[in-house]
Structures are given as C-alpha cells and as structure tokens.
C-alpha cells in the first residue's frame, strides 16, 4: 500500500510569490492534515480537510489556503510568500481510525 | 488548548546506554498519546501510542506508559543503537482534530 506522497520535494521562491504545495493520501483516507514545521518552532497545526471540506485551521493567517479535491487529494496555497514561510511542510492523511495520521515526507519551502 | 511539553535536546548517549525522554501534556478530556520519530531528512513516523490510562505502548524496543495521575508518557529504551539517532516528538490528540505535538527532542547515539 502506497504511502502519502507529497510533491514537490523542494521548492524555492521568492518573497511574495506564491507557492502550491501538493499532497495525495493513502488510498482510503477522506482526512487531510497541513502542518508546518519551521526551525526552532516545532510542528505547526496547519488546516484539516475531511470529505472535500475545510474542517479547522491552526493560527495561520488567511494567506495560507487549500482545498481538498473529490479523490481526496490535497492542495496548500501561500500566497505572498514571507521568509518566515520557509519551512518543511508535512501533510498528513487518516483513515476511519480517529486518532491515527499518516505522514508524508514533506516539501522543503525555501522563500529568498 | 492542549499542549505537550518535553524535555529539551539534544540528548547525546553511547551505544547500548538507557534513554529516557520526558514528556508531559496538558489536555481536556481523555487524548491519545504518540511518540513519533524523525529520521534525518525524512517525514515524521509513528513510533507509539497508548490510547487509555495506563496502557503502554511498544515498538522496536522503545516503551511509554501512558499516566494519567502524572500526566505524562516518558519514551524509554534500555538500549539505543546508532541508528536511533533521530528527532523525537511527543503529541496528543484528542481524536478526529488535529494532533498536538512537542518541540521534539534531538538524540544522537555515539558509537
């Protein structure tokens, strides 16, 4: 069984561009979660998708978004990149077992 | 809110010696709690987890028990290997929301 799979692995932008991260769940998971991960500060609740919807967001301003397509897949947008927004980005899926998330390997944001 | 607090890093042990991590957590209700490792330059894996009181979770050689009265779920194992050299963090989560996690602890293993 395929794992979660996170594209691109690196990324580099400017400040104030935009960057798209993408993310596809296992097979069978409806859930989609974004965390942020940036030096020195930990693992960052992002936003959770379920079933296409947004379901909570962490304390990040509106400049980060997504969306969650009909096969579950997922997409962050950082619109108006700042340097602070280098970070790795880790996406998460789950299946019907509440508690237990599956991480992919993450994407390398680099904003110069 | 939630919060998990561990003991900070790095943490560096010879081959063989016993490691401890210490975690704590503040949470309402009833959370699950993890422990999951980093290895160098990949993704985040669940290492553990114990999803009651007093259960206690085990997986190549690392065990944590899960206390309610201390409010804590300390990773042990009596004896680390160079290949467990990793980041390792500890989180909660109270089920279908987000997972709540610790500032991580660094762990080198020397040879």
């Known amino acids: 069984e395929a794992g979660v799979t996170q594209s691109p692995t690196h990324l580099i932008k400017t400040r104030g561009q935009q960057a798209t991260l993408r993310c596809s769940p296992i097979s069978g998971h409806t859930s989609v979660y974004w965390y942020q991960q940036a030096l020195g500060l930990g693992l960052q609740f992002l936003l959770w998708y379920d079933e296409g919807e947004e379901r909570n967001r962490g304390n990040f301003p509106p400049r980060f978004s997504g969306r969650q397509f009909p096969n579950y897949s997922s997409e962050l947008n950082v619109n108006a990149l700042e340097l602070e927004d280098s970070a790795l980005y880790l996406c998460?899926?789950?299946?019907?077992?509440?508690?237990?998330?599956?991480f992919g390997p993450g994407t390398r944001l680099t904003v110069t | 809110g939630d919060s998990v607090t561990q003991m900070e890093g790095p943490v560096t042990l010879s081959e063989e010696a016993f490691l401890t991590i210490n975690c704590t957590y503040t949470a309402t209700g009833y959370p699950s709690l993890f422990w999951y490792v980093q290895y160098p330059g990949e993704g985040l894996q669940l290492l553990l987890k114990?999803?009651?009181?007093?259960d206690k979770g085990s997986n190549k050689g690392f065990e944590a028990t899960y206390r309610k009265e201390t409010t804590s779920f300390h990773l042990e194992k009596g004896s680390v290997q160079v290949s467990d050299s990793a980041v390792y963090f500890c989180?909660?989560?109270?089920?279908?929301?987000?997972?709540?996690f610790g500032t991580g602890t660094k762990l080198q293993v020397i040879p």
């Open positions: 114990a999803t009651k009181a007093d």
């Open positions: 998460a899926s789950r299946g019907q077992t509440p508690y237990e998330q599956y």
């Open positions: 989180a909660l989560t109270g089920g279908y929301q987000k997972v709540t």
